[in-house]
């Protein structure tokens, strides 16, 4: 698992996906997420600078749930908003890497229906949201055979710059 990327995000992109959460509650947020593949340090070394392979979440776009029959418990994203996403990527020179969305009051563990309906190479974001608060929050990855759906590691760094 050492080329297993590392998902890597600002503070700013982990608030807004919490923030997202708690303002459906309790209905389930959905959105993509917009950012780039590469490489570079995860900063977790003090050996120096190490490359890793690194998927980097630069820009969120947010999506109406449009599950009415059971919004609190299924998301899903229909042809239109891989669309309406793929193009809002395109703007920004980006790519969608992936998917969040939360779980009202149940845990950022991926449901039965969520690995039905993944597709490989996205990372799929769970953001737990207890009683109306964010709490914990995961990443997920299906593996091209569909045989596994592996948490991947979150990385949330202030921006270098500040
Ligand atoms: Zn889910």
Not at 4 to 18: G, Q
Not at 129 to 153: F, H, I, Q
């Amino acid at each position: 698992m050492a080329t297993a990327p590392i998902l890597k995000m600002s503070t700013e992109i982990a608030e807004k996906i919490r923030q997202h959460g708690s303002e459906t509650y309790p209905n389930e947020c959905c959105g993509a997420l917009l950012g780039r593949d590469g490489s570079g340090t995860d900063g977790t070394t003090t050996a120096g600078a190490v490359q890793l392979p690194l998927r980097e979440i630069i820009a969120l776009f947010p999506l109406v749930n449009r599950r009415e029959d059971s919004p609190h418990n299924r998301f899903s994203v229909t042809a239109e908003d891989v669309r309406d996403a793929e193009k809002a990527a395109r703007e920004k020179k980006l790519d969608v890497v992936g998917w969040y969305h939360s779980h009202p009051d149940h845990p950022a563990r991926p449901s039965q229906y969520d690995r039905e309906h993944a597709w490989p190479w996205y990372s799929y974001i769970i953001v737990s949201v207890a009683n109306g608060k964010p709490a914990e929050m995961t990443s997920w990855r299906l593996s091209d055979d569909r045989s596994a759906y592996a948490c991947e590691d979150i990385a949330i760094r202030d921006r270098a710059a500040r």
